[in-house]
């Protein structure tokens, strides 16, 4: 009995033995599999903060790209404008060129360039201008992006890869465009300057670490411009080093994408996440180095294996080891992580007001920007609901655009206006440890003075700028416009062509300034004789246009001798003597079935020239009822 109690509890020693080593051995796999997740979340963490700051910083690149580009092409159609009406630019496109830097000071300077490639005017973001009789003459006719531009089958912009400038004595890069004369003749070029400075200076608010990597490449890996924290030695702008594993991605999937790399230039091991840019011809790369990310998993491998080792053969450790691992999976579902931290640093240093946010809308970080704009302290708006501290409308709007963006993982933007306020809001998601999206960061830029900025360059691109009528170009606009509506509503409309007679010997015998005295006066006129539902614009040099919408050709002839006998009375105060002027005038209605809108301005061109050989001081109605074949 004794014998079989000894066998029954050997039996069940060994068992016991057998079970607790298979207990040990449970625990251990547990334990590493746990530290194998721990590590995989952790790096995964590491992709997505890299993900969430290439989107931001490719937002940010690119904005300041269209912005650029935007001021530049409405210099383009400013100086076009003028090479049309008069064919002569002088030191006053200078004025329009100073306004463009006033509202883009990012811009280093702005310049205007001849068709034989010398710099003739252009102003600096310190005030100085360059004007036609500056000497030294600059001439960059020997550079790719004059030749790129000159020789450019379309308008397209051409953005420079960075170079050392001979004028900044900096790195830098230019957006430039072509100038066109109206017959499509090559004008010579315009481009703004920007410091590569100030690119390194949106990468410099992205610090995932103190071995972190971002950088700004052009599409065939140029470097432009690079940003590590730890490292302090000048970048080398230009360099294309880069890695197998980017090289081989890029080609794969040029819009984007996450790779694990040895880092070219320094060697460091990180995991990376690269992105297009939309409005550059280039990438930007960011990089979460694994020794800054490292701790996190060993720590808690180091914990566990000691677990382990002094509690392997108890049932209370596996319970403690799954407690563990049970409180690191809800700390890791519940922790926003370390893209948090990169998110606040970006909505921290970002100049307009911005916020992150849980799904649920609770405010989760903000910047000053916003408390200013609601009125109250940055600390009063954290744990707060976002949607509740907006008027009904726009909290209905808002809250619906946000919750599509946690559900698509799609970044959106929209615009809302309120109380003479224009707000542009841009929504990103921000993805979460275990690939979803939990969080938005939502940067809210007040557009109301940059509207305000491009409706007036668009008025002015539109606006002969010495006699506040339409321009040219926004003449031939409203006349094609009216053409179409004729033809397909069978009404009527009428031209009106108006040239001043002698003019040239008002600018031979009381000089330019009157001559310009002239033109006002009779654009002065215009303006009080012709309808609010018609158009004068100034075609250029002293001829005139007028778009009579409503009118047939009796009421055209009847108007265009209330502007003959007005301007006959018109008085003009020079210091040569005060002289008056005439005008004579070609009539003609827009027909129904005019192939286009320049059949209608032809005869009324042509009737205006035979109101000149007839004598001048006349009106002249070309009353063809029917288009000719």
Known sequence: MAHTDRKGIGKEAKLIICGAIALSLAVIAIAAFSVYQSRLQVEDRAFSSAENVAHLLDQSISSLMVKSDSALRSLVEETELRLAAGGILDDSINDYIARI???NPELVSVRLVSPDGTIRFGVDNSGARLLSNSSPKVNVSDRD???????AANSDVVITPPFFGRLTTAWIMQLVRRVSLPDGRFAGIAYITLDIQYLEQSLRAADLGPHSS?????????LVARYVPSDNSPTKINDK??????????SRDPEGGRYAAVAAPDGIFRYFAYRRTKAYPGYVNVGVAAEDIAGEWQREAAILAALTILFGLTLAIAAKILSVAMVRKNLAAMSLGESQEVVTALINTSPDAALLLNADGIILAANKELSVRFNTKVDDLLGRQFFDLLPSELSVVGRAECQKVIASGVPIHYQHERGGMIVENHVHPVRSGNGGFNRIAVFSCDITERKRAEEKLREMARTDPLTGLANRRASVEAIEAEHLRTNRFDSDAALLMIDIDHFKQINDGHGHEAGDQALVALATTLKTVV?????AGRFGGEEFVVLLVGSDLSGAVEMAERIRVAVAQIVVTSPSGDFGFTVSIGVAKIMNGDKNWSEALSRADKAMYEAKGSGRNQVVAVSIEHPTP
Do not use: P
């Not at 992006?145 to 020789?151: P, V």
């Not at 971002?214 to 140029?222: E, F, G, I, K, N």
């Not at 080093?241 to 890029?250: A, C, K």
């Open 101 to 103: 830097i006033r509202l």
């Open 145 to 151: 992006y004059f030749s790129q531009a000159r020789d």
């Open 214 to 222: 971002v950088s700004l490449r052009t599409s065939d890996h140029s």
């Open 241 to 250: 080093m880069i890695s197998d594993g980017l090289r081989e991605m890029v």
């Open 531 to 535: 309808r609010a539902t018609d158009l």
